[in-house]
């Protein structure tokens, strides 16, 4: 499967722990993005990286959050000190780099914060 | 006004019906259009890219009017494979990585 691998599945964890995700693009694609998405909403895009630069955060990245991809290649999404509100589905998604290059998603890691 | 707003849903169509989605962006300078299908639980996959002269794939028809700021996706002879959520997307207010998406439109097919 050559697709966007997203990893874990599924966290559970206690409020005031730290998570961190990890995701693997497409291997040709140097854009990695990250979004997150509640119940009834659309994604909500968090952050993107062309290559291994951080190109644009939202305002929706508190500090609490971090992403980071070293290489260029997979990249890695933390949550400090997490609340109940950052209970959600985090995906990420890897595109060719160009205006018009559609994203590809992963399954997404779902978080519940308990 | 929210930057990318969709018919609130949901839609319950039998099969074989047309049904045709809307969608309005707020950012005059948007370059890039899609409709994107998501089914429950599930990632978004991408439908189709939108062109500004209008495309169609098979079943599927995506319009674009700069114009006004729409988007529509029109769904000819539906299947019950179709039900789906299906989601607007354009990029971001200044961003060529961001993309801003919709709250998307339920569609059921029933037969």
């Known amino acids: 499967d050559t697709g966007v691998s997203q990893n874990p599945r599924h966290k559970i964890t206690k409020r005031g722990q730290n998570v961190t995700f990890r995701c693997d693009p497409i291997?040709?694609?140097?854009?990695l993005y990250w979004y997150r998405q509640t119940l009834g909403q659309g994604p909500e895009f968090l952050t993107y990286?062309?290559?291994?630069?951080?190109?644009?955060k939202s305002r929706l990245l508190s500090d609490r959050f971090s992403a980071e991809r070293p290489k260029g290649s997979f990249s890695t999404l933390e949550i400090q000190r997490t609340e109940q509100g950052d209970s959600a589905m985090y995906l990420c998604?890897?595109?060719?780099?160009?205006?018009?290059?559609?994203?590809?998603f992963g399954d997404g890691t779902r978080l519940s914060i308990l | 006004r929210k930057e990318v707003e969709q018919d609130p849903g949901p839609f319950n169509v039998p099969e074989g019906a047309t049904v045709a989605f809307n969608c309005t962006y707020s950012?005059?300078?948007?370059?890039?259009f899609f409709w994107y299908r998501q089914d429950c639980r599930k990632e978004p996959k991408l439908l189709m890219s939108?062109?500004?002269s209008g495309n169609e794939d098979g079943r599927f028809t995506a319009q674009l009017n700069r114009a006004s700021q729409y988007i529509s996706l029109l769904i000819r002879d539906s299947k019950l494979s179709d039900s789906a959520t299906y989601l607007c997307?354009?990029?971001?207010?200044?961003?060529?990585?961001?993309?801003?998406f919709g709250k998307g439109t339920k569609l059921s097919v029933k037969p």
């Open positions: 998604a890897s595109s060719r780099e160009g205006g018009n290059q559609p994203q590809h």
């Open positions: 291997s040709e694609h140097n854009r």
């Open positions: 990286f062309q290559n291994e630069a951080q190109l644009e």
């Open positions: 950012n005059s300078a948007s370059q890039s």
């Open positions: 939108v062109y500004s």
């Open positions: 997307v354009v990029n971001g207010r200044g961003s060529q990585g961001n993309l801003i």
